[in-house]
Every structure is written in C-alpha cells, then in structure tokens.
C-alpha cells in the first residue's frame, strides 16, 4: 500500500464522491509506476472509478509491448512517452479482456507513429466486440472511445519482442484463459518467467465472478491449467535480449556517413571522367578536322606544282619551236 500511494479503503469510496473530489485538487498523478524487472514495468492507474488496474510495458528491442491501457481518463501513452519508453519504441497493445479499465486507453496508442496494433482474444469475437454492454462502463457512468482489434489472438500464439531474432526464448505466449470473462487470456513472458493474468487474480480486494459472462466452472478450470502451464515453463531457461550497442549505432552511423561521402566521390569522379572524356573527344575531332584540312593544302600544293610543270614545259617547247623559224628564215 505504501508504494502505490492509495489504500484498499479507497475502494469503498463512492466512485461519483470521488471523482468530484478529485476535480478540484487540480492536476493529480494518475499513474504510478514501478521497475518490477529489467525488462518490465507495472504502472497502477488512479482512477475516479475505484478500479485501479494495473497495467504493464515491457520494453523490448524493437518494440514495446503494452499489457492492458486503463479506464483511458488520463492519457497512457503519453505518460510511457515521459516515465518510461523514452526512446520512443512503437508501441504494440494486448488486453487480456474487454472490460473498460483493461481497453479505455486504447485509442491513445492508435495515433502513435509505428503503432503495431491492438491484439487481443479471438476465443469469443462476438462478446468482445460488444464493448458497449460486455466493458461494464455504463454500470459506471463512463465510455469507451471506439477502437478496431488488429490481431485475434489464439492459444498458443507467441508475440516476439525482437522481429529480426524471433526465438521462443524471448517471447510472449498467449494462454486463454476464461472465467472472469469468456475473452480473458494470460500472457506468459518467457524472456524473465513471469506471468500476466489480467483480473484471474488481483490483490486488495475478491475476484469478481459475477461479471457478465462469468464463469466459476471455467475459472477453477483456468487455475488448474495456469498452475501446470507454470509448472513446466519454469523449468525451461531464461531467454536473453540483444540489444545494439552504443558504440555499434555510432560505428554505424559513422559507416553509413563514410559510405555517403564514398558514394559521393564515385560519382565526382564518373562526372570528372565523363567531362575529360567529352574533352578528350572534342580535342580529337579538332585534331581530325585539322589533319583533314593539312591533307588537303598537300593535295593541293602538289597538283599546282604539277600544272607548273606542265606550263614550263610549254614555255620551253615554243621557245624551241621560235628558235627553229628563226635558223629557216635565216
């Protein structure tokens, strides 16, 4: 009671009583939070409604994963934002059934760059899809803001906290677990051995069996099978996350700044070559156009040393030929 700021007294607080009370202390911690491993953190939401729940992250590589949203009377993701995934994860949510204070955060998460989707259990569609009657929120004078399930989960389907190394090991194992609602489910976490089981079991106050769509026969059964399932995965190893290193992330970025600035010399030069190639050829077209014009001045200059020739020639035989007139006349 200590850690988390309020006592089991407060519950049997009238919800309207104290809710009013509420509105005039003026801004008010609604969630209170706690590292529970190295991985995993439980936060409790201080509620007008006298519900409390507790709520999860689990930070992992790629992701974070978020078990259960609260009533949605104070903004959830913004508060992961500040206290807890600074980095900025996209997040991906898991209700473990559809009451209002385990699904009224939802449409929090649905604006978040990346989000991965709302999962939750596919064992009874119809009962979770009727979130108007099954939430419970007109017994306590509130809404739910609509939200879409992306992902029906089944037993047995697993939910990888790291997409590129996906072992068994650093997983999160959905169990269905019916009873305090035909839709509730237990997600098992493989990677540090601990156990979600949403209101299957709460502290402070009894366990409500009296819900619509509750079950005692199915929720004894539902211990049973969570007491065996628990049995076994213990037994199995712990799983280990890697995580990129600083220093790899800055190697990266410093690789991927010297492969632009390579990137960035290869086509200089290919321009640089391109230029001189186009030079090359234009200085050789010149040359060509020059030889062609030498060649021709050769040509040129020989037919008119050859018609000098030819006109000397000329020249020598009529001087020749005036001679031979005049030795006859004579």
């Known amino acids: ?167 068994p090991e650093t997983s999160l194992e959905i169990i269905e677990a019916p009873g305090h609602t035909p839709d509730s489910i237990a997600i098992y976490s493989h990677l540090e051995k601990l156990l979600f089981i949403g209101d299957n079991i709460y502290p402070y106050t009894v366990v409500h069996l009296d819900c619509l769509g509750s079950n005692t026969s199915h929720y004894v059964a539902t211990l049973h099978k969570l007491n065996k399932f628990i049995a076994t995965a213990s037994k199995a190893k712990a799983g280990e996350l890697k995580f990129p290193k600083p220093e790899d992330e800055k190697e990266g970025k410093k690789e991927s700044k010297e492969d632009k600035n390579n990137e960035k010399k290869v086509e200089k030069e290919k321009e640089t070559k391109e230029a001189e190639g186009m030079s090359e050829k234009d200085n050789e077209e010149k040359e060509g156009k020059g030889e062609e014009g030498k060649t021709v001045s050769k040509e040129g200059n020989s037919s008119e040393k050859q018609e000098d020739k030819k006109e000397d020639k000329k020249d020598q035989e009529t001087k020749s030929n005036e001679e031979k007139k005049d030795q006859e006349t004579k």
């Open 1 to 167: 009671g200590k850690y988390w700021n309020f006592s089991p007294r407060r519950r049997v607080f009238c919800p309207l009583v104290h809710f009013r009370a509420q509105k005039f202390r003026g801004k008010m911690n609604r969630y209170h939070h706690k590292q529970i491993s190295r991985y995993t953190y439980n936060i409790v939401e201080n509620d007008p409604y006298g519900q409390y729940p507790f709520l999860y992250a689990i930070m992992g590589v790629d992701k974070c994963v978020v078990i259960d949203t609260g009533t949605g009377i104070g903004n959830f993701a913004e508060y992961l934002d500040a206290h807890i995934n600074k980095d900025k994860l996209p997040y991906l949510v898991i209700n473990t059934h559809v009451h209002f204070d385990h699904v009224g955060g939802n449409h929090y998460f649905t604006k978040k760059a990346g989000f991965r989707g709302i999962h939750m259990s596919g064992a009874d569609q119809k009962f979770s899809k009727n979130v108007e009657i099954n939430s419970l929120c007109l017994a306590h004078h509130c809404t739910v803001k609509h939200f879409e399930v992306d992902h029906w989960l089944k037993e047995g389907d697993r939910i990888y906290l790291d997409d590129k190394n996906k072992t």
